[in-house]
């Protein structure tokens, strides 16, 4: 896979002129996932997905491993960025990468608390006719392998789904001995609520180590799977955008 910061100018120039329709951003952060997960599980994730295609005709920008992720503030190691502030930094290398011609991209995020921030700058970079970047989280194309895998959908934090996936693509940062740990302090789901009323805006309302499911029914065969699944769906992703032409995406005129 082409990476873009192993590229020269003569190079990088050569590719979007000939080759090159569709640039992938990974998003993620550093954030606490336990007592067993690194902090930069989310980073890492979509990092090791986003070059895990191969295609001659889209290029991997550097990762933007830090995100939107104040609610973790309890927890040491976490860093953050407020919602506007990310919103407006991958907004703004997503059009200098457009500004060399690749205004297409996938934004290829591991983290779900960057989700409403990359919806709003993808809308203004489209709404300027500048590119047309379709934010994508690495689980949002499962299929029902989640719930084949562990038997649930959709992902927690730092369960089963994130502790495999962390395994898989770099076994060596998982603590599997602080596991149970993290286990054992973890909520079932996400959030708290009082008589209907959503009252856990941080995870240490709920969560005592940090996690959410259950960590210790991740391995690395299941991430394996996971890797495959979202690496095959992110090359179906930007294989229909390349062939879009980008007047094709641009907003309807008014009617």
């Known amino acids: ?20 329709e569709v640039a992938i951003l990974p998003t993620g952060s550093v954030e606490q996932h336990g007592p067993a997960l690194p902090l930069g599980t989310d980073f890492l ?6 070059r895990g295609i191969d295609r001659d005709d889209a290029v991997v920008l550097p990762t933007v491993p830090v995100g939107v992720s104040a609610h973790h503030r309890q927890f040491d190691g976490t860093l953050w960025a407020e919602p506007e502030t990310f919103e407006d930094y991958v907004g703004e290398i997503c059009a200098s ?13 591991g983290h779900g608390g960057n989700e409403d921030a990359l919806r709003r700058a993808a809308r203004r970079l489209r709404g300027d006719r500048i590119a047309f970047a379709a934010p994508w989280n690495w689980w949002s194309s499962l299929d029902g392998l989640d719930e084949e895998l ?20 770099a076994g060596e ?36 180590s940090g996690a959410v499911g259950r960590p ?9 799977r996971l890797y495959a699944q979202a690496t095959d769906e992110l090359d179906a992703l930007v294989g229909w ?15």
């Open 150 to 169: 562990f038997d649930r959908s959709g992902i927690g934090h730092a369960d089963a789904m994130e502790t495999s996936m962390v395994a898989h693509v």
């Open 1 to 20: 896979m082409r990476l873009l910061h192993e590229e020269t100018t003569t190079s990088a120039g050569e590719a979007f002129d000939d080759e090159v």
């Open 45 to 50: 994730a979509a990092e090791a997905v986003a």
């Open 241 to 255: 955008l390349a062939a879009q032409p980008f007047d094709a995406l641009m907003p309807e005129p008014h009617r």
């Open 97 to 109: 990468i457009a500004s060399h011609g690749v205004d297409k991209l996938v934004i290829c995020n």
């Open 173 to 208: 940062l998982v603590r599997e001995a602080e596991l149970a740990e993290a286990e054992a302090g973890a909520a079932d789901s996400w959030g708290k609520s009082v008589h209907g009323a959503g009252v856990g805006f941080d995870t240490a309302d709920f969560s005592e």
């Open 216 to 224: 210790t029914e991740g391995t690395a065969e299941k991430g394996e």
